[in-house]
């Protein structure tokens, strides 16, 4: 299995910066890519930012220069560097993990998509 954990949320002032963590593991065989989503009340759940296992990134268009995703491929940790922050971005944010696992230890990997239980942030005016 593979387990997903975020931190890092808490409450800004608008213009204001906060870093999220979120560590999988497990028994992880690779990572294809992680991926903070966010939801927002009364909101559909949207990606935010993703990273793939060759370093490719993406971006939604309201963050797109005032967010940063980065790894740490070692530790199996990826990063959400949000800085600027303002009220819109307050939300919900969820770590998703599209990768292959080895239940047992052995034997042939699965794909497997997890997500972490999220961590709120909030953004006051």
């Known amino acids: 299995q593979v387990r997903v954990v975020e931190s890092g949320g808490g409450l800004v002032q608008a213009g204001g910066s906060l870093r999220l963590s979120c560590k999988a593991s497990?028994?992880?065989?690779?990572?294809?890519?992680m991926a903070w989503y966010r939801q927002a009340p009364g909101k559909e759940r949207e990606l935010v930012a993703r990273?793939?296992?060759?370093?490719?990134?993406n971006y939604a268009d309201s963050v797109n220069g005032r967010f940063t995703i980065s790894r740490d491929s070692a530790e199996n940790t990826v990063y959400l560097q949000m800085n600027n922050l303002e009220p819109e971005d307050t939300a919900v944010y969820y770590c998703k993990v599209d990768a292959y696992d080895v239940p047992n230890g052995y034997g042939d990997p699965r794909y497997v998509v997890v997500w972490g239980q999220g961590t709120g942030v909030t953004v006051s005016p």
């Open positions: 990273i793939f296992s060759d370093a490719r990134k």
């Open positions: 497990g028994n992880i065989f690779s990572i294809d890519a």
